[in-house]
């Protein structure tokens, strides 16, 4: 008799413990966010994982957050900062890990989004919590896609933050860190389409600028040379063939390139 009391009060337990796990799992896996133009920025970067630069992380247990930031903010050139693409590979070396993480640029909102359910904060300078607009975890993906499983919304971050992840299941995490501004629109024209080798042809920028003015430009010839020199520049090629430039502008954080495929044709050298 004893025994069919246990039973009966086990699968009682059961029915009503099981109904109400099913629907934490619901909420936590359906994902009815609709993607803005921006998620949809994210997802290209977290999809590319080739494209990624290094952080620098570390793994504090003993200090409090404040001595955290202060320890960690000496080292600017270790931020993570605002890109628009490349993701920023954060390698782990305990389930819960620090670094820096700068907004350099006034705006609307900052998206962070990272390509794991992982617990994210940020803190201020002392040890405060930065509170978010929007936060979003999951266990298939956010605003559709399958590489973002966390999504966090930041609205009036301006300077360095102390960053903190947890997760004890990973040894590597991908992490996009992007704002609202409008970055530039990369385009340019050439005066010659079709020289002879050794012929000078003349590339000019005609980009447009996003939210923030652009300041730097990365000229590609298409032949293995290159030149940041300036908004306009000259190059004359020393084979013959079709080339396809390109140009990179930025305003120092957000960036846009445009390749014109076969662009110019050069002729001559045994042809």
Avoid at 209 to 235: C, E
Wanted: aromatic share 10%; glycine share 6%; with cysteine.
């Amino acid at each position: 008799m004893t025994r069919t009391i246990k039973k009966f009060c086990t699968y009682f337990m059961l029915m009503l413990f099981l109904p109400g796990c099913n629907e934490l799992l619901d909420e936590y896996q359906v994902e009815d966010i609709q993607p803005l133009e921006i998620d949809i920025t994210i997802c290209n970067i977290l999809s590319n994982t080739e494209n990624t630069v290094t952080a620098v992380t570390v793994a504090y247990n003993s200090l409090t957050l404040s001595a955290i930031y202060d320890t960690l903010s000496g080292d600017t050139a270790s931020f993570i900062s605002l890109n628009n693409s490349n993701a920023w590979r954060l390698p782990l070396s305990a389930d819960t890990c620090f670094f820096m993480i700068y907004a350099p640029q006034v705006a609307d909102s900052y998206f962070v989004a990272i390509n794991s359910s992982t617990g994210f904060t940020l803190y201020s300078a002392e040890g405060q919590l930065v509170s978010t607009e929007n936060e979003n975890l999951s266990l298939t993906n956010v605003a559709g896609c399958p590489e973002a499983r966390t999504r966090q919304v930041y609205a009036s971050l301006n300077g360095a933050y102390l960053a903190r992840v947890i997760n004890p299941n990973v040894s590597t995490l991908h992490l996009v860190f992007l704002n609202t501004n409008i970055p530039p629109t990369a385009d340019f024209s050439a005066n010659l389409a079709s020289v002879a080798i050794g012929d000078t042809v003349s590339f000019s920028d005609q980009s447009a600028q996003g939210s923030q003015p652009i300041i730097s430009y990365k000229w590609d010839f298409g032949d293995g040379s290159a030149s940041s020199d300036s908004s306009f520049v000259q190059h004359a090629y020393s084979d013959s063939g079709k080339f396809s430039p390109s140009i990179t502008v930025s305003d120092g954080y957000l960036s846009n390139t445009v390749t014109k495929t076969e662009l110019i044709t050069v002729s001559g050298g045994g042809e």
